[in-house]
C-alpha cells in the first residue's frame, strides 16, 4: 500500500467539511460551524474539541446561540474520534440532541506497494454508462434525483440557484463537475460526486434509483469515480457511507473502515 496510516487518514477527514452554498461559515476556538438557515433543515458543526467539562458546557450554548441568532431551528454536530472532551455524547444527550444514523469512514487506497494503479472490483452493469455532468440539463437531473434516491425534500429556490452557480463556475475555470450520472439508456438512473483535493478523493453523494439497485449500478459509480482520480493523481478515495446503507455496500467492495463518525442532531422552535 501507500503509506496511508489512521491518523494520515483522520487529517484528510478533518480537512474535509461539506459547507452548503451560501452557508455563513463561522470558525470558533472549540468547532466549526456551518450555518445554513432557510436553505437547509439543520446547520452543521465540526471538529468539536474543548479541553474539559466547563469548556464544552460553554461551546455547546455559544454554538446554539449562534444558529438561533441567524435564524436556524437546529443543528447536527459530528462527534468523531478525535472529538473531545471524552464524555461529549453523554453531554449532548443531556441537552437533549437525539442520534441519527452514524457514518463509517472508509478508504480505498489506489495505488499498491509498488505504486501501480489499484482499483475496487467491478460488478457489471448490464446498459448502464457513468458519465461526467456536463450540461446545465444534466445537472438538474443530477439535483433532481435527490429526492427520490435519499428522500430529501425539494431544496429551496435560492439553494438551487446557489449550487447551479457553483456548478457553472466550476465548468467554466476547471472544465468539470465533479459529478456524475449513471445512464440506462436516455435514463438517468444513479448519481455521485467526488472532489479530488491533494492526494485525496473525495466521494460523495453516491445513491441509485429504488428501481435500478442491486444492479451494479453503485459498483459502477466508484469504479468510474477511482478510475478518474488515478487520473487526476489521487492516491486515496475516501468516502463517508451511514452504516444502514451505503457502508455496507463499499465493504463489499473492498473499502476498508478505518472508524466511525457519530451525528447528533438537536432541534429548536
Known amino acids: 500500500m501507500t503509506g496511508w496510516t489512521e491518523e494520515r487518514i483522520w487529517d484528510a477527514v478533518e480537512a474535509w467539511r461539506w459547507i452548503p452554498p451560501g452557508s455563513t461559515r463561522e470558525d470558533h476556538e472549540n468547532f466549526e460551524l456551518a450555518v445554513t438557515p432557510g436553505s437547509y433543515a439543520l446547520s452543521f458543526a465540526y471538529g468539536f474539541r474543548a479541553p474539559d467539562g466547563p469548556s464544552a458546557e460553554s461551546a455547546l450554548t455559544e454554538l446554539q446561540r449562534r444558529v438561533q441568532a441567524a435564524g436556524g431551528t437546529g443543528v447536527r454536530i459530528h462527534v468523531d474520534p478525535r472529538s473531545r472532551p471524552a464524555d461529549l455524547p453523554d453531554r449532548l444527550r443531556r441537552r437533549g440532541y437525539r442520534t441519527a444514523e452514524d457514518a463509517e469512514v472508509l478508504v480505498w487506497e489506489l495505488r499498491d506497494g509498488r505504486g501501480d494503479p489499484r482499483l475496487p472490483p467491478l460488478r457489471a452493469a448490464e446498459g448502464v454508462e ?24 425539494v ?8 449550487f447551479t452557480g457553483e456548478f457553472e463556475r466550476a465548468m467554466r475555470e476547471t472544465g468539470r463537475s465533479d459529478r456524475f450520472l449513471a445512464w440506462k439508456g436516455p435514463v438517468p438512473v444513479g448519481r455521485a460526486g467526488m472532489e479530488v483535493v491533494g492526494e485525496v478523493a473525495r466521494l460523495w453523494g453516491t445513491g441509485v434509483l429504488p428501481e435500478h439497485r442491486r444492479g ?35 465493504k463489499r467492495r473492498g473499502f476498508r473502515a478505518v472508524g466511525v463518525i457519530h451525528r447528533f442532531e438537536a432541534h429548536w422552535t
Open 130 to 153: 457513468v458519465r461526467e455532468v456536463r450540461t446545465k440539463s444534466e445537472f438538474h437531473e443530477f439535483v433532481r434525483l435527490s429526492r427520490p434516491i435519499f428522500g430529501d425534500p
Open 155 to 162: 431544496p429551496p429556490e435560492a439553494t438551487i440557484a446557489a
Open 216 to 250: 451494479g449500478v453503485y459498483s459502477l459509480l466508484v469504479r468510474a469515480r477511482c478510475e478518474e482520480a488515478l487520473r487526476r493523481g489521487a492516491t486515496l478515495a475516501l468516502a463517508t457511507g451511514l452504516v444502514g446503507t451505503s457502508a455496507p455496500i463499499l
